[in-house]
């Protein structure tokens, strides 16, 4: 994954770990954001962006669902609505959802890619 989106990302898990949830919220829903214009999505906002990703299938329904849920939960924070409860629990729900597209656009494929090279590798390789 692009160093400018994967350490924003392990910056809100360092955040939630010191306890400010807020702030590791606003981060997970700027991370979705920053996903998408890695992908080339920069108009619109980022409700329009995330239904984007699902069009352009980088993402499955189901984490488009949880994209939206991280955004709604973020932007509480990104609007200053800072009196809407947000819990420990909460926070380490959006966290997992954020890890979730990560690995859906960016570790898996890549996994799979290297996988499929071996097995591409291997058929080329006369056997002994």
């Known amino acids: 994954m692009p160093q400018d989106i994967g350490e924003p990302a392990s910056e809100a898990h360092q955040t939630f770990s010191i306890g400010a949830i807020r702030s590791s919220v606003l981060m997970a829903r700027s991370v979705i954001e920053a996903v998408a214009k890695d992908h080339g999505i920069h108009k619109g ?3 329009a962006k995330i239904d984007a990703l699902s069009a352009a299938n980088l993402i499955k329904d189901f984490t488009k669902d949880t994209a939206h849920v991280i955004r709604a939960f973020g932007n509480d924070m990104a609007h200053g609505d800072f009196g809407v409860p947000l819990d420990k629990e909460d926070a380490e729900g959006v966290l997992d959802f954020m890890d979730l597209l990560l690995r859906e656009v960016y570790q898996d494929p890549a996994k799979l ?12 390789t006369p056997a002994p």
């Not at 890619?113 to 080329?124: C, E, T, V």
């Open 45 to 47: 906002p980022l409700v």
């Open 113 to 124: 890619k290297a996988l499929k090279s071996k097995a591409d590798a291997r058929k080329a």
